[in-house]
């Protein structure tokens, strides 16, 4: 039986379709397609219902997938085992945020390829939230403060926010004293946010309000600026303009809830070399920024 026909068929399976894991695979969809007949043909039986919207899963197709997809991450496992030490090969697909990914991440990531000229490394950067699992991806670097979710964190190191706003919107609107004093203001906001503060021993939970919002944080700090309201933001997308007096925090007696950059991975696997390497760099890089200042 062919590994490659197996790893096919277990993409397939979790992408839903053949053009899907044919985008994953970097491959045609003729090759898929062959690939999947051949495994067929050898078992003797129907592991996919083709559709009009892609494949569903047969009874039979359900019980293979986990058997293949088991051995064929114990395949990964020794192969990974027996590589020379350090040495990382194969594919890392690797979901990433516009705003920290094109400015921090990148010069990492690049860094990462150099030291390991046999690893290819696919990167999306998207704000959207990305289904690592649904996608296919084998990691994803988010920034924030994590929800409930089954996938598997690693924290790289902390991020600090700050409730920022221009000194030309405060001179126009006034500056808040209060928490309460929020809800009278314009709010820069990704959707619909709920901002958290730190008062003493307690977090007070505000809904605040505002009429422009984007989903990408350097959108936001451009807003507060030019002095369209008030924003939460992180300090490395804002600390040039801190600096400058372009934008002045607002009320600091009431901190933001400290962040952080995360390493998420699917659950239920094995924690791969590849995965392992990128956050060991990942720490490396954003340790030694951390004791120098972000930016």
Sequence with gaps: MDLEDLETF?????????????RRLGVSKSIVSRRL??????????????TTRGAALTEAGITFRDHAARVCAEIDLARETILPAGELRGQLRIAAPVSFGTTHLAPVLAELA??????????????RFVDIVGEGFDCAIRI??????????RRVRPIIGHLVASP???????????????????ALMQGTDTWRFIDGDRTVVV??????????????AAAAVEGLGIAALPEFLIEKALASGALVPVLSRF???????????????HLTRKVRVLTELLIEYFGFCHSNGLG
């Design 10 to 22: 277990v993409e397939v399976a979790d992408a839903g379709g053949v053009s899907s894991a044919a």
């Design 37 to 50: 007949v051949r495994l067929e043909a050898e078992l003797g039986v129907q592991l996919l219902a083709r």
């Design 114 to 127: 150099k030291r390991h000229p046999r690893l290819q490394v696919l990167v999306c950067y998207s704000d």
């Design 144 to 153: 924030g403060n994590l929800g409930d979710s089954n996938l598997i964190a």
């Design 168 to 186: 030309a919107y405060l001179n126009g609107y006034g500056t808040p004293k209060t928490l309460d004093d929020l809800h009278s203001h314009h």
């Design 207 to 220: 809904h605040p309000q505002g009429r422009f919002k984007a989903d990408n944080g350097i959108a936001l």
């Design 255 to 269: 901190p933001l809830p400290e962040a952080g950059i995360f390493v998420l991975r699917p659950p239920g696997r």
